[in-house]
């Protein structure tokens, strides 16, 4: 089983739409770490959001907004009147203890392309 | 600009060939990791290093090998490299290990004919 499941391989929507992308989790540990990355055409992995397992509080940052819920295992990602320069590949990551590790390990989700049309 | 710098961007070589990537983390990160994408594998985490000592091994093949040298920097070592091998390495750097926030260098594209 996946840790990190991105339902949607592809999104496509029209500017100034809003989209919501979805991120589902699995882990038996009680502290952990979620994360989102963006991937644009050009290659690089920026990071975009951290978030630790203690705090369920919603986060604005201009145009975007994450939603986490424990009790469903998500961490949901939306981007709100989307411009092109959205157009990328994002991806949802779990950061949990590595059993027999003395540290965190990061596993990503197969991440979603998202393409906004002008 | 993450702050974690690779080089080179690109590489082409051949099969049974051997290459060495490099990294240099972020100003005072201790850790560095190093991950592969490539189209039908996704993200792969390889391995990580804190401090010039290995952390944790991820998908490495024993073909690869990494260290972190006392200056922080760190160097990923591929050999006969085969045409799987062709992907996307990226490097990343944290301040430790715990679930600390990774940034991501540039990547190098390798490309093995």
């Known amino acids: 089983a996946q840790k990190v499941t991105q339902a949607q391989t592809e999104i496509s929507v029209v500017e100034k739409e809003d989209v919501t992308l979805d991120c589902v989790y699995e882990?038996?540990?009680?502290?952990?770490?979620l994360f989102w990355y963006k991937q644009p055409p050009s290659g690089e992995l920026v990071f975009l959001i951290r978030r630790n397992s203690f705090d369920e509080q919603n986060e604005i940052s201009g145009r975007y907004s994450w939603n986490f819920q424990k009790s469903t295992s998500s961490f949901n990602f939306t981007i709100t009147a989307s411009q092109v320069v959205d157009s990328a590949v994002y991806f949802c990551?779990?950061?949990?203890?590595?059993?027999?590790?003395?540290?965190?390990?990061?596993?990503f989700g197969k991440g979603t392309k998202l393409s906004v049309i002008p | 600009d993450s702050g974690v710098t690779q080089t080179p961007k690109h590489l082409i070589t051949a099969t049974g060939q051997r290459v060495t990537l490099r990294c240099s983390p972020r100003?005072?990160?201790?850790?560095v990791y190093w991950y592969q994408q490539s189209l039908d594998q996704g993200l792969q985490f390889l391995i990580q290093y804190y401090n010039g000592e290995e952390r944790a091994k991820g998908n490495i093949l024993e073909r690869f090998s990494a260290q972190q040298f006392p200056d922080l920097h760190s160097e990923l070592n591929l050999s006969s490299l085969e045409l799987g091998d062709s992907a996307l390495y990226f490097c990343?750097?944290?301040?430790?290990?715990?679930?600390?926030?990774?940034?991501f260098g540039p990547g190098t594209r390798l490309l093995v004919l």
């Open positions: 882990t038996r540990d009680t502290t952990y770490y």
């Open positions: 990551a779990l950061s949990e203890r590595a059993s027999g590790a003395g540290s965190y390990q990061l596993t």
């Open positions: 990343a750097s944290s301040v430790g290990g715990n679930g600390e926030t990774q940034y």
């Open positions: 100003s005072g990160d201790l850790s």
